[in-house]
Nanobody, 121 residues
Framework: QVQLVESGGGLVQAGGSLRLSCVAS????????MGWYRQAPGNQRDLVAR???????YYTDSLKGRFTISKDNAKNAVYLQLNSLKPEDTAVYYC???????????????WGQGTQVTVSS
């Protein structure tokens, strides 16, 4: 089994920063992509940022310049640095790993439990 454990959410004032972490444990052969999504109340879960095995990153256009995704392959970890936070960034943030558990298995999505980020005005 694979488990993703997130940490780093919390309450912050507008303009502040947070750093989210997500670490995967269990039987993992290779990680193809790591990503962060967020879901505000009443909204769908949307992609925030994604980083592939090579290190190439992708960001939702509206968040470029404020959020930075990074990873540590040795730790099976992905991070999201959130700067210049705004009240509209308030949401539950979920990490996502698209990975293979064995050499011959197909890739599968795994999700973290979510971490709440609340930005006060």
């Amino acid at each position: 089994q694979v488990q993703l454990v997130e940490s780093g959410g919390g309450l912050v004032q507008a303009g502040g920063s947070l750093r989210l972490s997500c670490v995967a444990s269990g039987s993992i052969f290779s990680i193809l992509t790591m990503g962060w999504y967020r879901q505000a109340p009443g909204n769908q879960r949307d992609l925030v940022a994604r980083i592939v095995h090579s290190g190439t990153t992708y960001y939702t256009d509206s968040l470029k310049g404020r959020f930075t995704i990074s990873k540590d392959n040795a730790k099976n970890a992905v991070y999201l640095q959130l700067n210049s936070l705004k009240p509209e960034d308030t949401a539950v943030y979920y990490c996502n790993f698209f990975l293979k558990r064995t050499k011959t298995s197909g890739p599968t999505d795994y999700w973290g439990q979510g971490t709440q980020v609340t930005v006060s005005s």
